[in-house]
């Protein structure tokens, strides 16, 4: 069965260093999006991209977040800056179109010290 | 906006005993509607889904059906076993919300299954 890849799957970093946590997507999914999961909380919505674009982004998703797809094939979420309350598991989730099912990543677990 | 109410955990359970765990949410619009599961370390894995009112999800015992009357979507199983020990996601996804549409979850319920 297709798999969504993540890597790293742990990263601890020093407060406002940046970080790039990446994702394989399924080849032919054209859907994608990061969800976080701060330790015991709930799953929260980052950020989507469709056609080499955000299409919509939550209020978590401030300037210190980006998202890209450099070669066609990963899909990125960058934090420039990062501080403690970043510290969460990151889902990189692909979707092959409006109505089908999610695939979602094995998570990067991030740690901010 | 659009969202998803789960009972609190943790809930314990001994081994073969009846499970639900209860979900209720609101939508703009006729939201499909799913339950996550995360195993330990793991993450986030489909367990089942729902598309319209009536239909009743399934996949390994576990059941749920979409109540629009009521706006639910428990999850059961009639007897559980030590390795559905994990955390139950109930989430929804709104097809009028946009071109990638995100799924909005609720806060996970944590299931212990013991001997």
């Known amino acids: 069965e297709p798999e969504v890849t993540q890597t790293p799957s742990h990263q601890v970093t020093q407060m406002g260093q940046e970080v790039i946590l990446r994702c394989v997507p399924i080849?032919?999914?054209?859907?994608f999006y990061w969800y976080r999961q701060i330790l015991g909380q709930k799953v929260e919505f980052l950020v989507s991209?469709?056609?080499?674009?955000?299409?919509?982004k939550s209020e978590i998703f401030d300037d210190q977040f980006s998202v890209e797809r450099p070669d066609g094939s990963n899909f990125t979420l960058k934090i420039r800056s990062t501080k403690l309350e970043d510290s969460a598991m990151y889902f990189c989730?692909?979707?092959?179109?409006?109505?089908?099912?999610?695939?979602f990543g094995s998570g990067t677990r991030l740690t901010v010290v | 906006g659009d969202s998803v109410t789960q009972m609190e955990g943790p809930v314990t359970l001994s081994e073969e005993a009846f499970l639900t765990i209860n979900c209720t949410y609101t939508?703009?619009?006729?939201?499909?509607l799913f339950w996550y599961v995360q195993y330990p370390g793991e993450g986030l894995q489909l367990l089942l889904k729902?598309?319209?009112?009536?239909d009743k999800g399934s996949n390994k015992g576990f059941e749920a059906t979409y109540r629009k009357e009521t706006t639910s979507f428990h999850l059961e199983k009639g007897s559980v076993q030590v390795s559905d020990s994990a955390v139950y996601f109930c989430?929804?996804?709104?097809?009028?919300?946009?071109?990638?549409?995100?799924?909005?979850f609720g806060t996970g319920t944590r299931l212990q299954v013991t001997l």
């Open positions: 989730a692909t979707q092959g179109g409006p109505g089908y099912g999610y695939t």
């Open positions: 080849s032919n999914h054209l859907y």
């Open positions: 991209f469709y056609n080499n674009e955000i299409s919509e």
């Open positions: 939508a703009t619009g006729y939201p499909s």
């Open positions: 729902a598309t319209k009112a009536d």
């Open positions: 989430a929804l996804w709104d097809p009028y919300t946009g071109t990638a549409s995100k799924l909005t």
